[in-house]
């Protein structure tokens, strides 16, 4: 069985989503996190699970879709690292160019 493992930028991409959520919908905010993190818990057992994501065909990420939320995340043995987690309507390219600018300020 693979042990999962957060990393710090997709806790806080769920918390951002979470926080903008539950402005108008507390309930809706805490069951879409609860719903994430048993999504990712069964990649304990299928990590293969996900698919490649469109955009990065090539690459050995791969992602789950929690509507209204993509989860990307690499295998690496027996280990599954959960790297972003983001709005579906974001487009991916964009999204990953932001985080990469954010970083180097």
């Known amino acids: 069985m693979a042990q999962i493992i957060w990393t710090e930028p997709a806790l806080l991409d769920i918390e951002e989503i979470a926080e903008y959520i539950a402005i108008d919908k507390p309930r809706a905010a805490s069951l879409l996190v609860q719903k ?14 996900g698919r490649k994501p469109p955009e990065l065909k090539k ?3 791969r992602e789950i879709i929690v509507d209204p939320c993509r989860i990307f995340y690499r295998i690496e043995k027996e280990k599954i690292y959960i ?9 991916l390219r ?12």
Request: glycine fraction near 2%.
């Open 94 to 105: 964009k999204y990953l160019l932001n985080a990469g600018d954010e970083k180097n300020n």
């Open 83 to 91: 790297l972003y987690v983001m709005r579906s309507e974001r487009q």
């Open 36 to 49: 994430i993190f048993t999504s990712t818990d069964r990649l304990k057992q299928f990590p293969e699970s």
């Open 59 to 61: 690459s050995r990420y």
